[in-house]
C-alpha cells in the first residue's frame, strides 16, 4: 500500500513558476514509477512527467517539455514538480501517481493549481 500527499498548489500569473510536492509512505521499490497527471476544468485527467523512482529517467508531457521539470529525493520519500512559465492551459487540478509494476496506480488526492492574470 503506497499514500501520497501533494502540496504547493496555488494561484500564479501567467510566466509565474510553481512547485508542487508529493509525500510518499508505505511499501516502495526502486523498480516502480512516480508522476503526475492533471485534470482541467471540464477535461479528463491526462499524464504530465514521470520518473523511475530507481534510475531517475523522466518523461514528459509534450505540452509542458522544456517547462516542467520531474524530481525526486527517494532519502526524504518526496516527488517534486518545478512547473516555470505557467500558462493559463496548466490550470488543472494536479495529482501526484505511484505505479507499481507497470500494472497498479496510486493517487492523492490533488492540489489545485490556478494560473490566472
Known amino acids: 500500500q503506497v499514500q501520497l500527499v501533494e502540496s504547493g498548489g496555488g494561484l500564479v500569473q501567467p510566466g509565474g513558476s510553481l512547485r508542487l510536492s508529493c509525500a510518499v509512505s508505505g511499501t516502495i521499490f526502486s523498480r516502480d514509477n512516480m508522476g503526475w497527471y492533471r485534470r482541467p476544468p471540464g477535461k479528463q485527467r491526462e499524464f504530465v512527467a514521470l520518473?523511475?523512482?530507481?534510475?531517475?529517467?523522466?518523461r514528459y508531457a509534450d505540452s509542458v517539455k522544456g517547462r516542467f521539470t520531474i524530481s525526486r529525493d527517494n532519502a526524504k520519500n518526496m516527488v517534486y514538480l518545478q512547473m516555470n512559465s505557467l500558462k493559463f492551459e496548466d490550470t488543472a487540478l494536479y495529482y501526484c501517481?505511484?505505479?507499481?509494476?507497470?500494472?497498479?496506480?496510486?493517487w492523492g488526492q490533488g492540489t489545485q493549481v490556478t494560473v490566472s492574470s
Open positions: 501517481n505511484y505505479n507499481r509494476d507497470g500494472q497498479y496506480d496510486y
Open positions: 520518473i523511475t523512482i530507481g534510475g531517475g529517467s523522466t
